[in-house]
């Protein structure tokens, strides 16, 4: 064999070796991607969308079978308390001044949501998100009715200086409830009501007014012994109870005891029926 044929021999076997080499390659077994263990779960599919939240509502705190207006205290316990729920006979909701409000049952549902003052300590956002339908007024001047019941904002002042009746400091409100005339007079730090104020308010039913004493906002225990006087209200409810504050005011109007109690149910009937004024601290 000539030496041009041995080279052409050799070429080709270095060719098929390689050939076969390749097809090797091809043929072996492919290492498989590991399963998603179980601390590793698999990714979810963008299309799963997220377990949704149940929303709990406390259906029974405002369930009013009496016939009457109901008002209770609707703030979390051991706190120095100013939340006021007024329910009528109807079971339309007032919830007033919130504040450190008592969600331990599930949200609150609210017809009406007012507030006196522009104090982190007399609103509560929380309480208006849960209800986008309710009819907020906020220290607004304003007379509304809502189902059953027509509130009204007075205004008034929150530091003893002039009452402007375009944009107050404070602002009474007066709610009026299966015949009643309840009024709420908030943070107000007037030394006393004006002849405007006392003509607005009229005959007032059941007057809610602070028993507290705290100069530095405005807030005198001598303003509430004026304040009561000058309404004469059958039934007066303490807010922000403070002891001391409590006797200095009730010593003030001459008065005897004050009562404790967990819920106000009244009518007209009940009122013409008081002979003498009724101090109450809902707790």
Known sequence: MTRSGKMLRICVALMAAASLQACAADNSPKAEKPAASADQPAVQSANVQPKKVEVKWNTE????????????????????????????????????????????????????????????????????????EARVSEWTAESFTVKDVKVTGIPASYANELVKTESPSEVIYLYEVDGLRIAYTGALGQDELTAEQLKQLGRIDVLIQYFNDAPTWHIQKETAVHVISQLKAPIVLASEYNKEAAAFIMDGLQAGELKEQDVLLVDKEDITSITSPEYIYLK
């Open 61 to 132: 705190i405002f369930n009013n079978t009496s016939g009457k207006t109901m008002i209770k205290c609707v703030t979390t316990p051991n706190q120095n308390h100013m939340s006021f729920a007024i329910v009528s006979s109807k079971g339309t909701v007032i919830i007033a001044e919130p504040n450190r409000l008592n969600y331990s049952g599930g949200l609150l549902h609210a017809d009406v949501i007012t507030s006196s003052i522009n104090n982190h300590d007399h609103r509560d956002g929380g309480i208006i998100k849960a209800n986008p």
